[in-house]
């Protein structure tokens, strides 16, 4: 059975969709943008600022499911410009130490609101942790 996952602590959908669903043991994510939860805005900040701000709200939403960034087996993350990437990888790091998951990255024409990034996220929890 399917469950949703919603949290205050990460923007709420913009659209017909949910933050997260969770099924069996897999959680499948939405992508995020960089929104503030709190106020709602957009932070249209530099890449770094945008992509910590995207991996804050992943990381609520994962909480949200009793799960953490050891759980995620897989991400994507979507760039306007690949000139980004260096530093989306580092901001990416600092969330990723142990455990990689596998990652692809692509360049997209356009996110929404203008982002600059958005990333989406496959976590696993086996049901003995």
């Given at each position: 059975m399917n469950?949703?996952?919603a949290t205050k602590e990460a923007p709420a959908a913009i659209g017909p969709?949910?933050?997260a669903q969770k099924a069996g043991g897999f959680l499948f994510t939405s992508g995020q943008i960089p929104l503030d939860?709190?106020?709602g805005n957009f932070v249209s900040g530099s890449i770094q600022e945008q992509a910590t701000q995207v991996l804050e709200n992943?990381?609520?939403v994962l909480l949200a499911a009793n799960m953490g960034f050891d759980d995620v087996?897989?991400?994507t993350v979507f760039l306007t410009s690949m000139e980004h990437f260096a530093a989306v990888n580092e901001v990416y790091g600092r969330y990723f130490h142990t455990n990689l998951p596998a990652r692809s990255c692509v360049a997209?024409?356009?996110l929404?609101?203008?982002a600059l990034v958005e990333i989406e996220?496959?976590?696993?929890?086996n049901s003995n942790n």
């Amino acid at each position: 059975m399917n469950k949703v996952i919603a949290t205050k602590e990460a923007p709420a959908a913009i659209g017909p969709y949910s933050q997260a669903q969770k099924a069996g043991g897999f959680l499948f994510t939405s992508g995020q943008i960089p929104l503030d939860p709190k106020t709602g805005n957009f932070v249209s900040g530099s890449i770094q600022e945008q992509a910590t701000q995207v991996l804050e709200n992943l990381k609520q939403v994962l909480l949200a499911a009793n799960m953490g960034f050891d759980d995620v087996v897989k991400t994507t993350v979507f760039l306007t410009s690949m000139e980004h990437f260096a530093a989306v990888n580092e901001v990416y790091g600092r969330y990723f130490h142990t455990n990689l998951p596998a990652r692809s990255c692509v360049a997209v024409a356009e996110l929404p609101k203008g982002a600059l990034v958005e990333i989406e996220l496959v976590a696993f929890q086996n049901s003995n942790n």
